[in-house]
């Protein structure tokens, strides 16, 4: 379960920042994970809880996720697309592309702390 590791990152960078900030608590935490990152939200969401448990800073803090869909240009014919099963094939022209536009990140956006 790498959800465990990925919420101890992001633990500790909460951590790092909140204390760098004087902040007493840390009151929520938000994040954009794209649908083809490979994280599974549930998994995450009880590691980070878990985890946060464990910090007195931390403990209550909410784990907001804005999931990211997985798209792709088409450079032929310029059309953006949803990418479905993986397969990145232009519904429009047919034609195959590999410039994936979104749904492979994974970012810390934002941390609200009380002082």
Known sequence: MHELAIAQSIVEAVEAKA????????KGVRLKIGE??????????FC???????DPTLAGAQLLIDTMPHC???GHCACEFSVTNFV?????CKEWSNEIVSG??????????ES
Request: proline share 2%.
């Open 19 to 26: 204390s760098e900030c004087n902040a007493v608590h840390v």
């Open 36 to 45: 083809a990152s490979g994280v599974v939200t549930d998994s995450l969401t």
């Open 48 to 54: 980070f809880e878990m985890m946060a448990s464990l």
């Open 72 to 74: 792709a240009y088409c």
């Open 88 to 92: 990145v094939q232009c519904p429009t």
């Open 104 to 113: 492979t990140e994974l970012q810390l956006l934002e941390m609200e702390f």
